[in-house]
């Protein structure tokens, strides 16, 4: 069997400017990096195409070890929905390289669904990761600069700055740093640390800003701390979003590639789902809307994480809603869940399947809670017995609710033709009406509460003493009817790693609340979640190498 960085190799990319003439761009208008990847101008997206163009969005069962697939099958999916003669654009959130070298590898799919130059995107790309972490610590050398200025001091209290710094890598042993140390010349000792890039609140602003005004309007309002008698301070303040946002000028326009099919690809953006909210950029989004029929794009990790934050949250800011909604399950996974141990899951157990079926059961109950129409997409793989497909099958058509096998890394496009007929169809005939889980103008609590009790399935929610003087911070600053962000473990529907499957009779703990003012959201922190993650025993850092030639390889 061949690799994925083989098939990658093989494959017959076209150059980038055949690629824009599908969507209709001119190919002068491009800012081109190389042959095949450039930069969309903003001025290509067009309200009243994105409004009435249709967009499917990509979700997926609590992740494993095991894998489910979700951008595989976004790819695939887009390359099926093309098959069957929908023009059609995947859009996708750029990799992070703290997962292309620690567990999760890198961000382009797989066998004959990836998306190319992989090499590329997955490790600098058009370097937007890179000016989202200098603008970030750009505004983190200005408040330091500001703390130790003697003319031009705003009198911040260092002890209420909680802007870290950030870099794009694992690094567990930044988390929790000091800086300033050496003297009076070095700046002030204070408490600080370092989140990975995926995790900034200039990343989160990025992916919901509209144009480049709404983005220094964000940038402005990013909450620094507080004065000593008790004023707070806002990037504004220290006159950083101009600079910030030159930082970000080519930033801010989406990046378009290709699938290996040659089907159009736009990948901007790259919050985690765990820690931020989990989808590609609002203005990638409307640019594929308003340059094709279809859009399918994937939200971070599970559903009730990227999906949830993508309904919640960016539709709501930029007026887009979804025609269908995919899960994405694997029967592997499925029987992890039900406990099976991982090196057993591609045994056959219907048992295990059965015992783990109640996370894709509470998933699809989630999804009908916004009024959407779902899909359950069964990523196939050789070891999947019929008797486990057809047990899957029959649920889904006790839940009401369609369902095709794909096999999209084996095949492509051609792997998913029936997903993509069942998809097309529910897009244009959906019943359901779209609907949010929550008012914003409800409280805190009250919105924290309807997520943990409804899409998590928790008995309650409880409040460590840090949060609860974090909440009154959120009340002092006006910011108590912005939408929730949840930081909280992927591996569980709970808050707790351990809780496989569909877990009940649990407490969700809120550690502590950050406000993230200029992206517009409130973050309660769950549980142990990290903002920094660490890299595993075995990096796979280790496993990459690149040739003399300059062929990189262990990517995948």
């Known amino acids: 069997m061949k690799s994925d960085i083989e098939i990658a190799h093989e494959a017959k990319m076209k ?23 450039a930069k969309i101008p903003l001025s290509y997206i067009d309200k009243e195409k994105y409004q009435q163009n249709k967009l499917i969005l990509v979700s997926a069962i609590s992740p494993t070890p095991a894998g489910e697939g979700k951008t595989t099958v976004s790819i695939g999916l887009a390359q099926g929905l093309n098959r069957i003669g929908k023009q059609t654009t995947v859009v996708l959130r750029e990799p992070s390289l703290g997962p292309v070298f620690g567990i999760k590898g890198g961000a382009t799919g797989g066998g004959y669904s990836q998306v190319l130059p992989m090499e590329d995107i997955n490790l600098h790309f058009t370097g937007d990761f890179n000016a989202i972490e200098k603008a970030h610590n750009l505004l983190a050398a200005l408040i330091d600069n500001n703390l130790q200025s003697k003319k031009r001091s705003l009198g911040i209290d260092p002890r209420t700055v909680h802007w870290k710094r950030v870099m794009d890598m694992n690094d567990r042993s930044l988390r929790h740093i000091i800086v300033g140390l050496g003297g009076t010349t070095h700046g002030v000792p204070r408490e600080t640390g370092f989140d990975i890039t995926a995790a900034s609140e200039v990343m989160a ?10 983005l220094k309007q964000r940038l402005g309002k990013i909450f620094v701390g507080y004065t000593y008698d008790k004023k707070p301070i806002y990037a504004r303040d220290l006159h950083a979003e101009g600079a910030m946002a030159a930082l970000l000028r080519d930033a801010i326009m989406p990046n378009l590639v290709q699938t290996i099919e040659n ?14 909210q989990g989808t590609n950029s609002v203005i990638a989004t409307k640019m594929g809307l308003s340059l094709s029929e279809f859009v399918v794009t994937e939200a971070g990790f599970g559903f009730d994480l990227g999906a949830e934050k993508f309904i919640d949250i960016k539709c709501q800011y930029a007026g887009l809603k979804p025609s269908a909604v995919v899960l994405v399950a694997t029967i592997r996974a499925l029987k992890y869940h039900g406990g099976k141990p991982l090196k057993e899951v591609s045994q056959p157990d219907v048992e295990a399947l059965k015992k783990g079926i109640g996370n894709l059961q509470k998933h699809v109950e989630n999804m009908k809670l916004f009024g959407i129409c779902p899909v359950v997409a069964i990523n196939r793989f050789t070891t999947d017995t019929d008797e486990e497909v057809e047990y899957i099958k029959s649920v889904c058509r006790e839940m009401d609710v ?92 709970s808050d707790n790693p351990d809780l496989l499957g569909r877990p009940k009779d649990f407490v969700v703990t809120v550690r502590e609340i950050e406000v993230a003012a200029g992206a517009g959201f409130i973050i309660p922190i769950t549980g142990q979640i990290m903002r920094m993650p660490g890299l595993p025993d075995e990096p796979a850092a280790e496993r990459i190498d690149v040739g003399n030639n300059g062929v990189i390889s262990g990517l995948f």
Do not use: R
Request: aromatic share 8%.
């Open 205 to 214: 602003i990025l992916c919901l800003a509209e144009n480049m005004e709404d």
């Open 263 to 276: 089907t159009p690809a736009i990948i901007h953006g790259g919050p985690f789902a765990n820690i931020a």
């Open 402 to 493: 369609q369902v095709a096998e794909v096999d999209v890394w084996g095949k492509g496009g051609e792997g998913a033709i029936e997903l993509a007929k069942i998809v097309n169809k529910i897009a244009m005939n959906c019943p359901y009406q779209h609907k949010t889980l929550y008012d914003w103008n409800w409280t805190p609590e009250a919105k924290i509460e309807t997520l943990a009790k409804k899409i998590y399935g928790a008995e309650a929610v409880d409040y460590t003493a840090q949060a609860k003087e974090d909440l009154k911070k959120v009340y002092s600053l006006g910011l108590d009817k912005l939408p929730i962000c949840m930081a909280k473990t992927q591996k569980s529907l």
């Open 15 to 37: 150059p980038i400017t055949e690629i824009a003439g599908i969507l209709g761009i001119n190919p002068d208008d491009l800012i081109p990096y190389g042959k095949y990847k």
